[in-house]
Nanobody, 119 residues
Framework: QVELVESGGGLVQAGGSLRLSCAASGPTFSGYKLGWFRQAPGKEREFVSTVIWSTGRTYYADSVKGRFTASRDKAKNTVYLQMNSLKPEDTAVYYC????????????WGQGTQVTVSS
């Protein structure tokens, strides 16, 4: 069983930065991908970023490219989302998610952490 716990959300002014963390526990994550998603009030959940656990390769939504950076620390079983140049439209609950293969669907989800960007 995979457990994902996010932390690091909060309130920040536009243009500021936050770093989210997602601590993962469970079996070895070789072959997994860990992703970040977000859901704003009244909107559907949307993809933000993915980290391929074995290689560290990352993928991003167009809306965050150049501003957000995802990474993983194998020793700590943790993935991070460094968010810079934050905009009010980045306000959402951010979720960490895990899939047991790079092509598979995300089956494991964290509880979410709130990010609020004030203008």
């Amino acid at each position: 069983q995979v457990e994902l716990v996010e932390s690091g959300g909060g309130l920040v002014q536009a243009g500021g930065s936050l770093r989210l963390s997602c601590a993962a526990s469970g079996p070895t994550f070789s072959g997994y991908k860990l992703g970040w998603f977000r859901q704003a009030p009244g909107k559907e959940r949307e993809f933000v970023s993915t980290v391929i656990w074995s290689t560290g390769r990352t993928y991003y939504a167009d809306s965050v490219k150049g501003r957000f950076t995802a990474s993983r620390d194998k020793a700590k079983n943790t993935v991070y989302l460094q968010m810079n140049s934050l905009k009010p439209e980045d306000t959402a609950v951010y979720y960490c998610a895990g899939a047991t293969s790079t092509q598979g669907a995300y089956a494991y989800w964290g509880q979410g952490t709130q990010v609020t960007v004030s203008s």
